[in-house]
């Protein structure tokens, strides 16, 4: 299956071309904004990767949490295209794909997305299976939940949160971003979704661990 994933939960950018593996990416890191660069990137990957649009058998977009503009951007735009080409939808939870890329990892995996206000979504992972529920919470709550772990990963773009709290403790890790392998997990798991659940629904929309801010500012 041919499918394109598109993630603007973050203000880094990334769009994917899949069919079993990552044929190409575009990573596109700020100050571009997501608004201005998505559709050019996509056109981009697929010229790279020799397909057409036409092609396209699923899109896979991330759903959130993340940044609420971003999400907005990224899931009107694959909704466009999924009307115009006639091609399935569905939303992948944009934390799961974190779990997935670092599941071969012991211990328990973090992803950690900036939530503002001192606040950071996450959720608690173990050889990619999620732990729990997907929380929208203050570090050091989420920090003393996990005391008792020996092992722990916190991974995902603002990871560097918990720098000072690894520097403490052995066994307790922080991980750069692989943006490709974030992208080919989406492509993934939002393969498997549609294999189980089917495309969304037309009414289908970010997942927000919070109501949106009015005049909250652009995702870049």
Known sequence: MIVLSIDTSCPTLKIGVCRERLLASSILEPPVTHAETIVPAMERVLQSAGIGKKEIELLAVAGGPGSFTGLRIGIATAKGISLGLGVPMVLVP???????????????????????????????????????????????????????????????????????????????????????????????????????????????????????????????
């Open 94 to 220: 944009t934390l799961d794909v974190y779990g997935m890329v670092w599941r071969d990892l012991h211990g328990i995996v973090v992803p950690v997305l900036d939530a503002r206000k001192h606040r950071i979504y996450c959720a608690l992972y173990h050889r990619g299976e999620k732990i729990g529920r997907w929380m929208d919470i203050e570090l050091t709550d989420i920090i003393a939940k996990l005391q008792a772990e020996e092992e722990v990963h916190f991974v995902g773009p603002d990871a560097d949160f918990a720098e000072t709290t690894c520097l403490e403790r052995p066994g307790w890790t922080i991980h750069s971003p692989e943006p490709e392998k974030e992208i080919e997990a989406l492509a993934m798991l939002g393969a498997g979704i549609y294999k189980e659940k089917g495309p969304a629904e037309d009414s289908a929309g970010p997942m927000y661990l919070r109501e949106p801010e009015i005049g909250e500012p652009l995702a870049r």
